[in-house]
């Protein structure tokens, strides 16, 4: 089976840090792309940002200039750097892979989510 662990989130105050982790298990053949997003409380899911595996990314207007995504095909892991962060950034966070299983079955996975809190 193919899962998602998502990582590193937390409470912090505003204006502080965080870094999450996605890390792919499974047999995994290649990760084509992987998005992160987000669900606030009585909001619907948002994209945040995506990374393709040729590296270009893609930012909500909302993050730009705060949210860095990364990844590191080695290690079939993703990564969001957040920074500056502000009480509405708090939510749920999902990361998502669109990958290709070593089967060559083609799709794409969801992580459990991990809870972001900025608060002072």
């Known amino acids: 089976q193919v899962q998602l662990v998502e990582s590193g989130g937390g409470l912090v105050q505003p204006g502080g840090s965080l870094r999450l982790s996605c890390a792919v298990n499974?047999?995994?053949?290649?990760?084509?792309?992987m998005t992160w997003y987000r669900q606030a409380p009585g909001k619907t899911r948002e994209l945040v940002a995506s990374i393709t595996n040729g590296g270009s990314t893609n930012y909500a207007d909302s993050v730009s200039g705060r949210f860095t995504i990364s990844r590191d095909n080695a290690k079939n892991t993703m990564y969001l750097q957040m920074n500056s962060l502000r009480p509405e950034d708090t939510a749920v966070y999902y990361c998502?892979?669109?990958?290709?299983?070593?089967?060559?079955?083609?799709?794409?996975?969801w992580g459990q989510g991990t809870q972001v809190t900025v608060s002072s």
């Open positions: 499974g047999r995994i053949f290649t990760i084509y792309g």
């Open positions: 998502n892979a669109d990958l290709m299983r070593t089967d060559l079955v083609r799709r794409n996975y």
